[in-house]
């Protein structure tokens, strides 16, 4: 079993940058594909970015270019740098692992893009 918790949201302007962190506690979390989601008010839940344990990374066309998604395997902790950010980015933050049948969400973290 994996057990997530996100950290690092807040406020932010527009063009500003954030820093989000999710810990994980559980046992073989190198196998885990490691993920980033977000889910803005009234819309559904979308992934952001994810990693898999050899570091190979995916990104949604809306973070390209503006966030990236690292994880260290030893410290079981995957983080997503955010920059130039934008007022549409503002959403609820997940961390998710998963693998095989596994997928674990962490409670989620606030993010607001505003002026």
């Known amino acids: 079993q994996l057990q997530l918790a996100e950290s690092g949201g807040g406020l932010v302007q527009p063009g500003g940058s954030l820093r989000l962190s999710c810990a994980a506690s559980g046992s073989f979390f190198s196998i885990y594909l490691m993920g980033w989601y977000r889910q803005a008010p009234g819309k559904e839940r979308e992934l952001v970015a994810s990693?898999?344990?050899?570091?190979?990374?995916t990104y949604a066309n809306s973070a390209k270019g503006r966030f990236t998604i690292s994880r260290d395997n030893a410290k079981k902790t995957v983080d997503l740098q955010m920059n130039s950010m934008k007022p549409e980015d503002t959403a609820v933050y997940y961390c998710?692992?998963?693998?095989?049948?596994?997928?674990?969400w962490g409670q989620g973290t606030q993010v607001t893009v505003s002026s």
């Open positions: 990693i898999l344990g050899s570091g190979k990374t």
């Open positions: 998710n692992g998963r693998y095989d049948s596994r997928n674990y």
